[in-house]
């Protein structure tokens, strides 16, 4: 079984910042792809940042400059660093993997989800 598992999340006023983690743990042989997903009241799941397991990252253009996505391989963690957070970052953010298991079976998981709100 693979679990992913997300901590991080609250609440800020705008221009505040807030990191977000998830650890990934289970039958893992490899991990592909890592991502962060959000999704607010009444809109669809939208693509935050993706990050490959050679570093390379991609991001949404609404989060661009103010949000940093890293991970750590050995611990299997992806980290979303969230800077000058504005009222409309409010979504649950889920975290996203590709993962590979020792079964030789590819599947992407997903986290419970962690929830950001923006407070004035």
């Known amino acids: 079984q693979v679990q992913l598992v997300e901590s991080g999340g609250g609440l800020v006023q705008p221009g505040g910042s807030l990191s977000l983690s998830c650890a990934a743990s289970?039958?893992?042989?490899?991990?592909?792809?890592m991502g962060w997903y959000r999704q607010a009241p009444g809109k669809q799941r939208e693509l935050v940042a993706t990050i490959t397991s050679g570093g390379t990252t991609n991001y949404a253009d609404s989060v661009k400059g103010r949000f940093t996505i890293s991970r750590d391989n050995a611990k299997k963690t992806v980290y979303l660093q969230m800077n000058s957070l504005k009222p409309e970052d409010t979504a649950v953010y889920y975290c996203?993997?590709?993962?590979?298991?020792?079964?030789?079976?590819?599947?992407?998981?997903w986290g419970q989800g962690t929830q950001v709100t923006l407070s004035a």
């Open positions: 996203n993997a590709q993962i590979l298991t020792f079964a030789y079976r590819i599947s992407d998981y």
């Open positions: 289970g039958s893992i042989r490899s991990i592909n792809d």
